[in-house]
Nanobody, 122 residues
Framework: QVQLVESGGGLVQAGGSLRLSCAAS??????MGWFRQAPGKEREYVAA????????NYVDSVKGRFTISRDNAKNTVYLQMNSLKPEDTAVYYC?????????????????WGQGTQVTVSS
């Protein structure tokens, strides 16, 4: 069993930065992903990282602005978000998959955090 707890969300002006953290407990060293869900929209894939941290992947809309990373010694995954835009406003969720390689589909993630709100004002 894996428990995931996100933190780091908040309110920021457009162009600003936030760093989200996802602390994992229980069985760890899973592939990890970040997803987001805006009001009235479906959950959207944002970024993912493999178990070792050597491979990452991003949705096109955040490439060059967001960076996913992990510290396996701390069982924590991060999402550094720079140059934030109002369209980045959403609840951000981290997820863990029982795999060494990452997935981009939410259906393949087994464990989810409770989410953290990110609001970007224009």
């Amino acid at each position: 069993q894996v428990q995931l707890v996100e933190s780091g969300g908040g309110l920021v002006q457009a162009g600003g930065s936030l760093r989200l953290s996802c602390a994992a407990s229980g069985r760890t060293l899973y592939a990890m992903g970040w997803f987001r869900q805006a009001p009235g929209k479906e959950r959207e894939y944002v970024a993912a990282i493999n178990r070792s941290g050597s491979n990452t992947n991003y949705v096109d809309s955040v490439k060059g602005r967001f960076t996913i990373s992990r510290d396996n010694a701390k069982n924590t995954v991060y999402l550094q978000m720079n140059s934030l835009k109002p369209e980045d406003t959403a609840v951000y969720y981290c997820a863990a998959a029982s795999s060494s390689y990452y997935y981009t589909s939410s259906d393949l993630y087994h464990y989810w955090g409770q989410g953290t709100q990110v609001t970007v004002s224009s």
